[in-house]
């Protein structure tokens, strides 16, 4: 976690280099990595109370080539610590992501990412993603729902996972 030493919250081009100094050893440096941040527009925002940390849970759309991609960004501001910031896919600019949270404090987000196709995803209380699901909006439009254990269910739409391989032509022939 480089964050308390290095403002790199602030858009540009970033280069870091690590030196690694094992005891009784010569010193490695390792090779460069270079990486951008930009600034995203943040859709929505909340604090939530996790053992006694108040986190900051925050999605950002960022423009990427001419479409609009989703983020979960996780942070202790108190503590000067991002947690994670994970892209969960493309999303329709003008939907408002469904967003709920379990008795864990797991995040459940639902958006729309294309015009029929609606994403959910799943992310521990840190934000790295656990599982992700996409559905087509036929018949009943994908939601999320509360359970009364305190879990959160993704219901409705139509999963595209489940879709029937047709049959070879071959297979409807002369019995076989």
């Known amino acids: 976690n480089i964050t308390p030493m290095y403002k790199i919250r602030n858009t540009g081009q970033y280069t870091i280099r690590a030196s690694i100094n094992p005891a009784g050893s010569k010193s490695y440096l390792t090779g460069s990595l270079r990486f951008n941040v930009g600034k995203g527009e943040v859709s929505w925002t909340r604090e939530v109370n996790v053992d006694e940390e ?77 599982y992700q699901e996409d559905r087509q909006a036929l018949g009943m439009v994908p939601s999320l729902v509360s359970t009364e254990d305190g879990g959160v269910q993704f219901a409705g739409g139509y999963d595209i996972r489940k879709k029937a391989a047709r049959r070879k032509l071959s297979e409807d022939q002369m019995g076989l």
């Open 54 to 130: 108040l986190r900051t849970y925050s999605l950002i759309r960022f423009l990427e080539q001419k479409r609009s991609a989703l983020y979960l960004r996780v942070e202790s501001p108190k503590k000067n610590l991002v947690y994670s910031t994970v892209r969960l896919g493309e999303t329709v600019g003008s939907t408002k992501p469904q967003v709920k949270f379990d008795s864990d404090c797991k995040v459940h987000l639902l958006h729309v990412s294309t015009t029929t196709l609606h994403r959910y995803s799943r992310l521990t209380r840190d934000g790295a993603l656990e």
